[in-house]
């Protein structure tokens, strides 16, 4: 109100101050957060000409604006293929457990290292829980293959010393869907337990301090401040991860499933058959007309949710 009533006073409005004189006020907070611009201008801006791949006939001797324009021809490989539903329904649904899963198990993790007391051992589980994310996706295929193997597999070793039969997972491709989400899990879920970790330790200590003068115990407490405290930061991440929801983990289903033609209906998602489909000609049109598909769709999704969250809950949409 004070603001306000001395804005009223001098009669002079923020929105009409230049946007050089805005920058230069706040010159130290735009320093900081140059990389970052430098970062999204050279590679989500300086690429969007290149969109126009999509529709064309790419060659690489007329270059992409000398290319025969062929309009929505490159769109319709996925639709004619038949396995447009069937490819979009998988991706999404590997997302949203992704997504969904992934940040409630961060958000568990979090919680439970911010109620751990030794400082030691704290820190040993937050390494241990953060190694899997820097291990490669083609290591971890051959880990989950070493595991899983019809033939020389850890897992078929123990089954037959325990006098059970052998179990065909590359043969089974309901299985995949469960497995998948696990080996996802595993790998990611010390990293993204990470922002939630720094959302928990920015919380007001006095009020947690005043919460046990209360008498409130561990579980009282995680549910009446911490949980709350992080609603901004769980709906932030679970709007940003939505942006990609139909863009799929390529390394990883790659690499795990490979070109295993029985487990397809379950684990083919709209980047691996892409990659099938163009790797021997190189058809870069058609990748780059699955791309603008998959960006597409993906905007259209956050719109969708961040216009829910605004009218719910207006402090919580990104914009």
Do not use: H
Not at 125 to 130: A, L, V
Not at 288 to 306: C, E, K, P
């Amino acid at each position: 109100m004070i603001k306000q009533k001395e804005k009223i006073k001098t009669g002079v409005k923020t929105s009409r101050i230049p946007f050089w004189k805005k920058v230069w006020k706040y010159r130290v907070l735009t320093l900081m957060c140059l990389p970052a611009i430098i970062f999204f201008f050279a590679f989500s801006y300086m690429p969007l000409p290149g969109i126009y791949v999509a529709f064309v006939k790419y060659n690489y001797r007329d270059g992409i604006f000398g290319s025969k324009f062929v309009g929505l021809q490159n769109f319709e490989f996925l639709a004619e293929s038949g396995k447009l539903f069937d490819l979009t329904r998988n991706t999404i649904l590997y997302n949203l457990a992704f997504i969904l899963l992934g940040n409630l198990l961060a958000v568990v993790v979090a919680i439970l290292l911010n109620e751990m007391r030794s400082k030691w051992f704290k820190k040993v589980s937050q390494t241990m829980m953060f190694l899997p994310y820097f291990i490669s996706q083609v290591l971890v295929g051959v880990l989950v293959y070493n595991l899983l193997n019809y033939d020389t597999g850890f897992v078929n070793s123990i089954l037959t010393s325990m006098g059970l039969e052998r179990w065909q997972p590359y043969a089974d491709p309901y299985c995949w869907t469960v497995l998948l989400v696990v080996i996802y899990l595993w790998q990611q879920t010390g990293y993204n337990s990470v922002v939630y970790f720094a959302a928990i330790m920015g919380i007001d200590a006095e009020m947690i301090e005043a919460s046990r003068v209360d008498g409130a115990n561990a579980f009282q407490k995680i549910r009446y401040i911490i949980l709350p405290s992080l609603k901004p930061t769980i709906v932030i991440l679970l709007l940003f991860a939505l942006g990609g929801i139909v863009k799929g983990n390529f390394g990883l289903f790659y690499n795990i499933i490979g070109t295993n033609s029985l487990l397809y209906s379950t684990t083919d998602i709209i980047e691996t058959f892409v990659y099938r489909a163009t790797m021997t000609d190189f058809n870069f049109s058609t990748a780059s007309a699955v791309g603008l598909y998959q960006s597409i769709v993906g905007f259209v999704i956050v719109m969708t949710f961040n216009y829910i969250v605004k009218k719910i809950e207006p402090d919580y949409s990104l914009f």
